[in-house]
């Protein structure tokens, strides 16, 4: 099998060691080996499957004879993605810049492979968020196409980076120890204004926008309709940061224009790839963060009729926003990509 030269732009955040996780635990095959990031971490070593690598500060020169670049999210991606597409290499990008543009694919590879050959050179990822709740919605959208979707997110402080975790772990230690908390990280937003995340619940994922939605919110109500294809979907959405360290919860109720009984829909989703379903409300069989952290499939469970529309369906759907809604669906893409490689 041909190996591909990779870069991992952000080697040294949560997302870049888990892409390093992902590609030894899935064999993905790589060349050469390239690991990038600031100016700040350059210079560090990482060990990587028995091997030292350095990490590199990245520069627009960075990307010399890389063939895949898989960035891990931030603002880089706006300066070294074009960048790096001039040099020749297929860039994956986690981050927001580039997924609402019309020339570049927004993709979930079990939702909408096909819109990868349309890419010119980038390929966005979605919103960690939107990826876990579209791999529920597309089974679904199958059976009859949705009117409707509210959604309320339950997420963890891993969404906010390695700090936002060290600052949990943080705030539970003054806790346990009776010290006073300190709140340095989130919300993340413009003012210098944090609240405590310890045994607290903040409505705030990311910045207020003009119309009173976080961009997280709007995150998920456009992205979803780009992935699905769909600009009349009608989408509501409540972002909330929780005091859980790894793995999203999604609360979704939808409204579809044909009836989809609960069985059906649980009949779809466990035969979707990357989806599985929990659902046994006699044995208080459900999704959890907990149980669901570290692992590469998005869960599914509580799925009942909402008795309050004609055609309206509840479920409770959970996925590790690290792997599946980060690394792994961007790993996937790439794995896509090498599957129908074309020499340049």
């Known amino acids: 099998m041909k190996k591909f030269n990779t870069a991992i732009v952000g080697a040294t955040g949560a997302v870049g060691a888990e892409f390093l996780k992902l590609i030894e635990e899935r064999n993905f095959p790589f060349a050469n080996l390239k690991l990038l990031a600031s100016s700040r971490s350059a210079g560090k070593k990482i060990n990587f499957m028995g091997k030292d690598y350095t990490v590199e500060e990245t520069t627009e020169n960075s990307f010399e004879n890389v063939d895949i670049a898989l960035f891990a999210g931030g603002s880089a991606s706006k300066i070294f993605a074009p960048a790096a597409v ?55 959208y199958e059976i009859s196409k949705i009117k409707r979707i509210v959604v309320s997110t339950y997420q963890a402080v891993s969404g906010a980076g390695r700090e936002g975790m060290e600052e949990l772990k943080n705030q539970l230690d003054a806790l346990a120890n009776n010290q006073p908390i300190e709140a340095k990280i989130l919300p993340v937003s413009k003012l210098d204004k944090h609240y405590q995340i310890a045994s607290n619940a903040l409505p705030q994922i990311d910045i207020f926008l003009e119309n009173d939605y976080t961009k997280e919110e709007m995150k998920m109500i456009d992205e979803t309709k780009k992935i699905m294809e769909d600009d009349d979907l009608k989408i509501t959405a409540t972002t909330v940061r929780i005091p859980v360290f790894r793995s999203h919860a999604e609360s979704v109720n939808v409204e579809f224009f044909d009836e989809v009984t609960a069985e059906a829909a649980k009949s779809a989703l466990e035969k979707f790839p990357g989806v599985i379903v929990k659902d046994n409300p006699q044995e208080m069989l459900y999704p959890q963060p907990l149980e669901t952290s570290g692992k590469n499939d998005v869960e599914v469970g509580r799925i009942r009729k909402d008795f309050s529309v004609e055609h309206g369906l509840n479920f409770w759907v959970c996925g590790d926003q690290i792997r599946k809604g980060a690394a792994l669906n961007a790993l996937q893409i790439a794995e896509y990509l090498i599957e129908h490689w074309k020499e340049k």
């Open 86 to 140: 001039k040099a020749g290499a297929i860039c994956i990008d986690n981050s927001s810049t580039f997924r609402m543009d019309k020339n570049v694919p927004l993709v979930v590879p079990e939702v909408n492979p096909q819109a990868i050959s349309k890419h010119k050179g980038i390929i966005a990822n979605p919103n960690c968020s939107t990826i876990i709740m579209v791999m529920a919605l597309k089974p679904l």
